[in-house]
C-alpha cells in the first residue's frame, strides 16, 4: 500500500542553493531508501538509512530518519542543475521476508541554472 | 555493482495483444525479484514478487490472470501483459534482491497500447 507522503511535491531553487525534501510515512519500518528519477528514467539508489540511524551522509547528500515522528528529510547541498530530477522516498515495511518497497508520491526537484 | 537489465525498453502494441518484459539480474543471483508499476507523473507502485520457483505473490488491486509473472531461474523474471489494453500503458520496472536487503532497480520498460 502507498504510505510514503513526499513534501513539497515540487520544488524549484536556484543554482548552489541546498535543497530539502521530506517524507512521511505510516508503518514500522527496516529501513528508508531515497532515490531519484530522471524524467522517464529507471531508478537511481540514492541512500539507505536503517531504522536505528538517525543521520547518514553520502557526498553532498544528508539524510536524517526520525521514527518516533514517522519522517525523514533528504537534504541536497550545494545544488546543481543535474540534480534536476523527482525524487522518492521508499520504506521496507517491518515484519520479516523480503518486501517489495513503499514508495511516496515523490518531489520533483528544478535546479535553475 | 550489481546490474539488472529490462527488455525491451520500450514496446508498442495493440489492444488485445500480449507483451512479455524480461527483467534479469546480470551478475549476481536474486532470491527475490519485484515487479512494480508507474504511471505518468506518479510514483512507483508494487505488483508483485516473486521468487525463483514458486507463484508470484500479487498486491491487492493487481490481476494475477492478466499480469502473469514466471520466475524461472535466480536471474530472470518474466511479466506478461496479457489481453493488453490501452489502461496498460506505463512504465513498468522491475527490481532484484539478494540476500541483503537492497534491491537493484532495472532501467524500466515503457508499455505503450494502442
Known amino acids: 500500500s502507498q504510505q510514503g507522503e513526499e513534501d513539497p511535491q515540487a520544488l524549484s531553487i536556484q543554482e548552489g542553493e541546498n535543497a530539502t525534501m521530506n517524507c512521511s510515512y505510516k508503518t514500522s519500518i527496516n529501513n528508508l531508501q531515497w532515490y531519484r528519477q530522471n524524467s522517464g528514467r529507471g531508478l537511481v539508489h540514492l541512500i539507505l538509512?536503517?531504522?536505528?540511524?538517525r543521520e547518514k551522509h553520502s557526498g553532498r547528500l544528508r539524510v536524517t530518519l526520525d521514527t518516533s515522528k514517522k519522517s525523514s528529510s533528504l537534504l541536497i547541498t550545494a545544488s546543481r542543475a543535474a540534480d534536476t530530477a523527482s525524487y522518492f522516498c521508499?520504506?521496507?515495511?517491518?515484519?520479516?521476508?523480503?518486501?517489495?518497497?513503499?514508495f511516496g508520491k515523490g518531489t520533483h526537484l528544478i535546479i535553475q541554472p | 555493482g550489481a546490474v539488472v537489465s529490462q527488455h525491451p525498453s520500450r514496446v508498442i502494441c495493440k489492444s488485445g495483444t500480449s507483451v512479455k518484459i524480461e527483467c534479469r539480474s546480470l551478475?549476481?543471483?536474486?532470491?527475490?525479484m519485484f515487479w512494480y508499476r508507474q504511471f505518468p507523473k506518479q510514483s512507483l507502485m508494487l505488483m508483485a514478487t516473486?521468487?525463483?520457483?514458486?507463484?508470484?505473490?500479487?498486491e491487492q488491486g493487481v490481476e494475477k490472470d492478466k499480469f502473469l509473472i514466471n520466475h524461472a531461474s535466480l536471474t530472470l523474471s518474466t511479466l506478461t501483459v496479457t489481453s493488453a489494453h490501452p489502461e496498460d500503458s506505463s512504465f513498468y520496472i522491475c527490481s532484484a534482491s539478494t540476500s541483503t536487503d537492497t534491491q537493484y532497480f532495472g532501467p524500466g520498460t515503457r508499455l505503450t497500447v494502442l
Open positions: 516473486s521468487n525463483e520457483g514458486s507463484k508470484a505473490t500479487y
Open positions: 538509512i536503517r531504522s536505528n540511524e
Open positions: 551478475d549476481f543471483q536474486a532470491t527475490t
Open positions: 521508499a520504506t521496507d515495511e517491518m515484519g520479516g521476508g523480503a518486501d517489495g518497497l513503499t
